[in-house]
């Protein structure tokens, strides 16, 4: 079965950087883009963004450029989040989600940013 | 970008009522539409693609219909288990935006 597990909750000071994790099983990696959601703390869903996981381009959301990275290694059908320099507007959860109409989500990966 | 604004932000009603919350495009998107619910601390739900297809495994009492502009979510009955929010998203085009929520609540 389809399953994006995400790396586990991070606890970061300002100014730091954090890698997430999307590992992907039961489908072929490369058959769909890759989205990054974020949601902050009690509000709603905001797409940050979506790779391409043949190319391995990505495609940024406007307020998601300069600090926020979309990588991939297909030889281990995972997909990465890197945000630097953070910052306490940051804290959220960050979901992996599966296709452009978002059938897969992972579990959620939770940056909280504080001095 | 395009805006998505969902009404109402909030609404409460009774088991078996008849539940519609409204996504307005800010340009037309044809039916490049999807509705997600999210239930309190669960990861979200694909409900509905392409304005009306429900997806698979979705009761049958959830609906959508719509395009351009103006869409609608219909619940037919409510149910305790729907006590969720629901967001609706466009992906006609890039930045695929959300809707600001509907938080569905049990009168």
């Known amino acids: 079965q389809v399953q994006l597990v995400q790396s586990g909750s991070e606890l970061k000071k300002p100014g730091a950087s954090v890698k997430i994790s999307c590992k992907a099983s039961?489908?072929?990696?490369?058959?769909?883009?890759m989205n990054w959601v974020r949601q902050a703390p009690g509000q709603g869903l905001e797409w940050m963004g979506w790779?391409?996981?043949?190319?391995?381009?990505?495609t940024y959301a406007q307020g998601f450029t300069g600090r926020f990275v979309f990588s991939l290694d297909t030889s281990v059908s995972t997909a990465y989040l890197q945000i630097s320099n953070l910052m306490a507007e940051d804290t959220a959860v960050y979901y992996c989600?599966?296709?452009?109409?978002?059938?897969?989500w992972g579990q959620g990966t939770l940056v909280t940013v504080s001095s | 970008d395009i805006q998505m604004t969902q009404s109402p932000s909030s609404l409460s009603a009774s088991v078996a009522d008849r539940v519609t919350i409204t996504c307005r495009a800010s340009?037309?998107?044809?039916?490049?539409l999807a509705w997600y619910q999210q239930k309190p601390g669960k990861v979200p739900k694909l409900l509905i693609y392409?304005?009306?297809t429900l997806q698979s495994g979705v009761p049958s009492r959830f609906s959508g219909s719509g395009s351009g502009t103006d869409f609608t979510l219909t619940i037919s009955s409510l149910q305790p288990e729907d006590v969720a929010t629901y967001y609706c998203?466009?992906?006609?085009?890039?930045?695929?935006?959300f809707g600001q929520g509907t938080k569905v609540e049990i009168k």
């Open positions: 989600a599966r296709r452009i109409t978002i059938d897969y």
């Open positions: 039961g489908y072929t990696f490369t058959s769909y883009a």
């Open positions: 790779i391409n996981t043949n190319t391995g381009n990505p």
């Open positions: 340009q037309g998107i044809s039916n490049y």
């Open positions: 392409a304005a009306s």
């Open positions: 998203q466009q992906y006609n085009s890039a930045p695929w935006t």
